[in-house]
C-alpha cells in the first residue's frame, strides 16, 4: 500500500492484498485420513482519492475497496462435498467533506454502494433439499450526513442523518429485495447545546436532543408477512453548571416518556432522571 501525492490538491491511497487460506480439514486418527481439507487464494484491491477544491475547506473524496470471506466445503446428503470459492464483497462510496466559516462549520456527505457476490445458499430446486449452492448476494446502498456547527458563540449543534437499504440477491424468492434484520433502515440524531458566554451566567450550559429510530424488520417474507420493531424518536436533555474545580449535571433522558423497543425486542427504559457531581483536582 501507498499514500500518493499526485499534486498539492489531489492525493491517493492504494493497495492490494493476496490471501492465502489453508485448512487441513477434520483428521481421523484411527483411519489417517482428513476430511474437508482446501485452500483459498484471492485479492483484495483498494483505492481511495481525495480532491481538494478549496485546500482544507472543500475536498471531494471516493473509494473502491475489496474485502473477503473464505467458505469451507459442505457435506451434501449424498455424502459428497461441495467446495466453495470465497464470497467477495465490492464497495465503492463518494462524497463530499467541508470544514467552513472558519471551523464554524464541518460536514460529510456520502453515498456509498457495497454488493457481496458468491454468497452460499441453500439449493431451493425441488429434489436439491439439503445442498447448498454458491451463486447469492446481498446490496447494502444508501447515504450519511453529519453536520457540526457552531453559529455563534456558544451555541453548538450535532446532527446526523443515515439510510441504509440492504437486502438479498438470488438466495430465495421469497425474501430477496426486502429488507430484514439489519437494524432500521432510516436513522437521525440531533443535539444542540448552549453554554452562556456571559460573565453573569458562565457556567451554565443547555441541552436538549434526540434519536429517530425508523422501522426496523424483524423479519420479512411474501409468504409470511413482516414481523417489525415500530420507528420511535427518544428525547434527552441536560442542565450542567460548571466552576474550575467542580461539575453539577443533570439529565432527563427520554423527555416525553415514549414506549419503544430495542434490539431483540426488549422494550427500552422509561423517562429515567439522573444527576451528577464530578470534582476536578
Known amino acids: 500500500s501507498d499514500v500518493l501525492n499526485i499534486t498539492d490538491d489531489l492525493l491517493a491511497i492504494a493497495s492490494i492484498r493476496l490471501d492465502y487460506f489453508v485448512n487441513n480439514g477434520n483428521k481421523n486418527i484411527n483411519q489417517d485420513t482428513a476430511t474437508c481439507k482446501y485452500k483459498q487464494t484471492a485479492f483484495s484491491p483498494n483505492l481511495g482519492l ?3 477544491l478549496l485546500p482544507n475547506r472543500l475536498s471531494l473524496c471516493g473509494n473502491y475497496m475489496n474485502s473477503l470471506s473464505n467458505n469451507a466445503p ?4 449424498d455424502g459428497s462435498f461441495s467446495t466453495f470459492k470465497p464470497s467477495q464483497a465490492n464497495q465503492w462510496e463518494a462524497g463530499v467533506k467541508a470544514d467552513l466559516f472558519g471551523g464554524k462549520l464541518s460536514s460529510t456527505v456520502s453515498y456509498y454502494h457495497i454488493k457481496v457476490d458468491n454468497m452460499i445458499h441453500n439449493d431451493l430446486t425441488p429434489g436439491k433439499q ?3 449452492v454458491q451463486d447469492g448476494g446481498q446490496m447494502s446502498k444508501g447515504v450519511e450526513v453529519e453536520v457540526i456547527a457552531n453559529p455563534f458563540a456558544g451555541f453548538n449543534v450535532i446532527a446526523g442523518y443515515a439510510y441504509n437499504d440492504i437486502y438479498t440477491v438470488n438466495t430465495d424468492p421469497d425474501v430477496d429485495g426486502l429488507h430484514q434484520w439489519t437494524g432500521p433502515a432510516a436513522t437521525a440524531n440531533l443535539w444542540l447545546s448552549y453554554h452562556f458566554p456571559q460573565p453573569a451566567l458562565k457556567g451554565i450550559g443547555l441541552g436538549i436532543g434526540g434519536n429517530y429510530n ?3 424488520y424483524i423479519q420479512q417474507s411474501r409468504s409470511m408477512g413482516e414481523f417489525y420493531i415500530p420507528e420511535y424518536t427518544a428525547m434527552n436533555a441536560a442542565v450542567s453548571y460548571e466552576r474550575s474545580f467542580y461539575r453539577i449535571g443533570l439529565k432527563l433522558d427520554n ?4 414506549v419503544y423497543w430495542g434490539s431483540y425486542v426488549s422494550q ?3 423517562r429515567r432522571f439522573s444527576a ?3 470534582v476536578k483536582f
Open 214 to 216: 425508523g422501522k426496523a
Open 276 to 278: 451528577t457531581v464530578a
Open 255 to 258: 423527555l416525553t416518556n415514549e
Open 268 to 270: 427500552m427504559m422509561p
Open 50 to 52: 481525495v480532491y481538494q
Open 130 to 132: 439439503g445442498f447448498q
Open 74 to 77: 459442505a457435506r451434501r446428503p
